[in-house]
């Protein structure tokens, strides 16, 4: 992303669809003079909206309610898997649409390795097939968007680490953190959880390791 934001610095136009509470845009944009738009399904996540975030609108990344070649750069953050095949391919056209030419698309996804390794894996058993339906591989997406038109100029792994109480971490967990335990059975879900705090009784805090990939494309 570093790379990526260095070339944003003065007049630009930055989008992120399913932008939530705008964590990312926000340290996406700030400290650069650039003009930032926000864009989710639903309203009140947007209403938690923090930071240097210039607009915020509720809509649908797969009907962009924007005219042609308005952006400069596009986010889309742990959102691409939500929107099935059809609807996937429909938001890459779109955006290809409102970019500029010389444009780019930054999406932050899950490949199929990542997916293993996430914390969830271990307590939810069915959870890492669900995922993998969910989740387009990684050479599956590039494709995808270069068929639309894309460049996909960059592929890269990444790696963040974050601490949390053991408190903070079940209420991400209960509270939706991960959405792969909405797709769970009823039965494994209450297993899972009970094998969960059994595992963190004697933890006070929790260490968690990140793993994602970022595809970095560009509209010629």
Known sequence: MD???????????????????????????????VYSVALDI???????CTGPVGARLQGDARILPFITDAFDALLAVMTTHQYGDVGRRRFLVEAFRVLTSGGYLLVKTCSHDDLARRYVESHFPSSLASNRKRYPSIPDLTREMQSVGFNTSAVEPRVTREQLSKREFLQKVMNGGNSTLDFLPRDELVNGLAR??????????????HHHTLIQARRE
């Open 3 to 33: 790379d990526l934001t260095s070339r944003f610095q003065h007049d630009q136009f930055v989008l992120q669809v399913g932008a939530g509470t705008c964590r990312y845009l926000a340290a996406f944009t700030r400290g650069r003079s």
């Open 42 to 48: 639903f309203q009140a996540q947007l209403l938690e």
């Open 196 to 209: 969960l705090r059994s595992d963190l009784n004697d933890v006070n805090v929790v260490d968690l390791v």
